[in-house]
């Protein structure tokens, strides 16, 4: 163990003191010991605990500490400091910008316990309301965290996908003799990637370091028939070169489950991947209906929801909770997108860090929905409301308040460290309350950050088949939730799902095209989907919800 190792447990313990608070005097004197540690031209590695003692530098106290760590490779006060602090907490005491006062301010007032949750945390505006954290220190707190998670090795497909929108031009234009296809799991469109996947029927020649139609680009290793690098030292890429004779068999097949591949005649050379299907008699499934394993018929797959079938942004928040725009702006916004209505769902009065709206906020928030409708007849905004499920499973408004709303969805924000039996009876009796339309983000996982709390779906699902309540997918990319493997079994059900942005700002609406993406994957028909009802449609299934 060098002298860095031993200064480094001893700075990483002076942290976590600050952190929980412990005595300031000897947080300091560990602090300046590492300090001298990290100087000493001596190493203390081997030494006995009397040669450490006779060291002017240490002194005894610090010298039985170093003794400890050398023999042990820790020490007890680190441990016990460790014991009381989640794993979640360390890694975001990692994230440059933020030290241990304000880790334990986001920690303890917020109840925020990862990087992931804390970046999703930052883009609902939730850290505005504590001390220290203005715009712009959230803004490069912001792009510390992502490049953080992003040098963990996995990524949002969302992220990948924008990359690839600007990547794939200017490779093709710069060699147009090749044929260049997205590969792996990025063509199956992954609710998470390890890298970006590309391939060709060609090698493609990139000399190493960067490479200059793309800047961020940087090749690190390249043979005769791929290479490897990294976009804006954030996100692995890798290129593949594939034998024309085998290019749309492999390509297909690395996109496709093994369930999905079983049966399929591939002996021939292909010219494209609808002859496969072709050749195999099938409709032609696109690349991200491949990853479910079964096999549809054509009219399935035309049935299949779209982008161009949504027609209501429900689930959306506003100035009145944690939203970064007005209703106007974002009804404004959802009406010039080409949609038809708005669902608006501030959080409700619980989520007080979330800027939650009491009684008062909700009457003001109505008046302000009613006058927008007043004025634009071809348009209409929603009362809604996100309400808190409780720790007992009651919702966050007496019954007479929340028969007020147009539509109620119902979602768990707190207390999310729960056992399958306690998170199945909260949902349950969530699910079972009269006013209950939407079930929001069923398990509140956040992908790369936080595992959904333990469920059994079909119980659940089967819940809201037996009380007519919708199913939402999240549409953020850092939710996705619902998860797509159990989309089939809705429908099967008869559960209508709507496709959410849950969007905090004009920009978030655009995340319904993440749910769209998952929504496929998992096989959701258009007319299975909530909100591809037009107006007039979606306000008969309102007015008649439950009869």
Known sequence: MTNEDIADLLE????????????PFKSKSYASAAYRISKLGTNLEGKSLTELQALPELGKTTASVVDEILRTGTWSTLQDLLSKTP???????????????????????????TPGELLYAIQEQRLSTLKGFGEKTQADLEKAITFFIAHQGKFHYAEGEEILSTLLPILQNAFPAIKIEIYGATRRKSNVLE?????????MMLPLGTYPPYPSLVIESCDETSWTGQIADKYKIEYKAISKSDFYKDIWLSSASVDHIAGMKLEQTFNSEEEIYITN???????????????????????????????????????????????EEMATACEAAGYSYLVMSDHSQTASYAGG???????????????????HPNFRVYKSVESDILSDGSLDYTDAELEGFDLVIVSV????????????RRLLKAIEHPSTRILGHMTGRLLLSRPGYPIDHKKIIDACAANKVAIEINASPYRLDIDWRWLMYAQE????????????????????????VTARKGGLLTSNTLNALELEAFEEWRKNFKK
């Open 357 to 375: 709206m009491g009684m008062d906020k909700v009457y003001s928030q109505f008046k302000t929905i009613d006058n927008w409708n007043a004025k």
């Open 413 to 424: 924000h707190a207390g999310l460290k729960m056992d399958e039996e306690t998170a199945m």
């Open 12 to 23: 990483l313990t002076v942290k976590l003191m600050d952190l929980h608070e412990e005595n």
């Open 493 to 516: 059900k008869g559960v209508w799902i709507s496709i959410n942005p849950d969007a905090h700002s004009i920009e978030g609406i655009k995340d319904i095209h993440w749910g769209v």
């Open 87 to 113: 794993k979640g907490i360390l890694e975001m005491m990692r994230i440059k910008g933020l030290g241990p006062k304000k880790v334990k301010s986001i920690w303890t007032q917020l109840n925020i316990e």
């Open 281 to 327: 008699g099938l409709a032609f499934h696109p690349s991200e209906c491949r990853e479910f394993g079964s096999k549809w018929n054509e009219n399935y797959i035309n049935g299949l929801i779209q982008d161009k079938d949504i027609h209501g942004v429900i689930h959306n928040h506003s100035i009145y909770s944690d939203g970064r725009n007005t209703v």
């Open 195 to 203: 890298q970006i996947s590309i391939a060709g029927d060609y090698r």
